[in-house]
């Protein structure tokens, strides 16, 4: 039997994308911000409900450029330690020190009733991360900044095509950070983007992304490499038109999840939110094994031993990585603790069949009653 992996990147049809490139043949122009370049951020701005799109080569890179960009000075950051590497390496090799805070229970986002006991005056923005696509309380992590006078960028990595209450994910905050990794809801199979309102910092994301260029004989600050190539923005530009039918078939796939594992003991699921329009991006599980009968690490193995694999995302915490040892107290993040050690990302992706998600959920509740 086939392998099951965690997740499989959506591709449009071969015969798409290369109609799509074959200007690149005629033009030779393949990076430094070309027609299909250009054209990608006009349209991720129309269906991301935004005001400006700065496209770069990677997610990473996007994050790092745009605190960079916030001319933040030294100074503290506070996040969260469950999120993916990025998200900390950004902060660090900004000169920046993370300040970590503790998740929500329910949802696994930064928990904005602890964020003022973590601020100091040498605090100068909140990096909150829309982990998994479950929002953030951005009302309320905005009433907080504006109080502190604090600039917000999101890690909106898992969020692309989300929307709250109506508007479109990336409005939040002073900027939104978001990855097109092969991974992703939606791709341009390494990529990522800034999303903002502010034009000046438009501006010195542009010359971040470029050398530190002005024009062509002023280069009046230090930048780096980080433009998107004509490639992998044709790429987005084809999966951009297939992207609510992937959307629609990923949410079949989470329905089915859920319709198996729903109310089951010791079996935590992702909240759901009304006022919030999902990627079904991931679908995680929180394992108790106390009541389920079974741990993560159990219920992963007899996975794998079918062919089927499965993730510890977030695990471990960044704040307890070795290249941090001993910089930061894990008891002061609880809940992200207990969470990030029993929980486990099923495989997701729009073309998972019902079939696979019947037998993957077959494998989990029969681990529970060994």
């Not at 122009?29 to 991301?48: A, D, I, P, S, V």
């Not at 950051?77 to 329910?106: M, Q, W, Y």
């Not at 530009?237 to 999840?257: F, G, Q, S």
């Amino acid at each position: 039997m086939d392998k099951i992996l965690v997740t499989r990147s959506s591709m449009p049809p071969m015969e798409e994308y290369i109609e799509e490139i074959k200007s690149l043949w005629e033009s030779h122009w393949l990076t430094n911000m070309g027609e299909k370049h250009k054209e990608l951020e006009e349209k991720l701005q129309q269906y991301l409900k935004v005001q400006h799109v700065s496209l770069f080569s990677n997610g990473h890179m996007a994050l790092e450029l745009g605190l960079q960009a916030m001319d933040l000075g030294e100074g503290e950051v506070i996040t969260t330690p469950f999120t993916f590497a990025s998200t900390t390496h950004a902060i660090v090799r900004n000169g920046l020190k993370p300040v970590f805070c503790d998740i929500r229970e329910d949802d696994y986002t930064l928990d904005a009733a602890k964020i003022k006991e973590r601020i100091t005056e040498r605090t100068k923005a909140i990096v909150p991360v829309h982990v998994y696509g479950n929002v953030c309380q951005v009302e309320e992590i905005e009433k907080i900044a504006r109080e502190y006078g604090l600039k917000v960028l999101y890690d909106a990595a898992h969020a692309f095509g989300e929307s709250y209450k109506g508007s479109g994910i990336g409005t939040f905050g002073d900027a939104s950070m978001f990855s097109f990794h092969a991974t992703k809801v939606y791709h341009t199979v390494e990529g990522g983007a800034v999303c903002y309102r502010d034009e000046a910092y438009g501006l010195k994301l542009f010359r971040l992304k470029n050398f530190g260029i002005r024009n062509e004989e002023t280069v009046d600050g230090v930048g780096a490499n980080a433009k998107m190539n004509e490639f992998s923005a044709a790429m987005g530009i084809c999966n951009l038109r297939h992207i609510d039918e992937e959307i629609a078939k990923r949410k079949k796939v989470v329905e089915r999840y859920r319709s198996h594992l729903k109310d089951v003991p010791g079996i935590q699921l992702n909240t759901v939110r009304g006022e919030v329009d999902s990627n079904y991006a991931y679908f995680p599980v929180v394992i108790d094994e106390t009541i389920f009968g079974a741990t993560r690490d159990t219920i992963s193995s007899a996975l794998s031993a079918e062919g089927i694999f499965s993730r510890k995302y977030f695990y471990p915490l960044t704040s307890t990585f070795a290249c941090y040892q001993g910089q930061f107290d894990v008891a002061e993040t609880p809940v992200a603790l207990r969470i990030s050690n029993r929980v486990l990302t099923l495989p997701l992706y729009a073309d998972l069949s019902m079939e696979a998600v019947d037998r993957i959920c077959g494998i989990i509740l029969r681990s529970g009653q060994k």
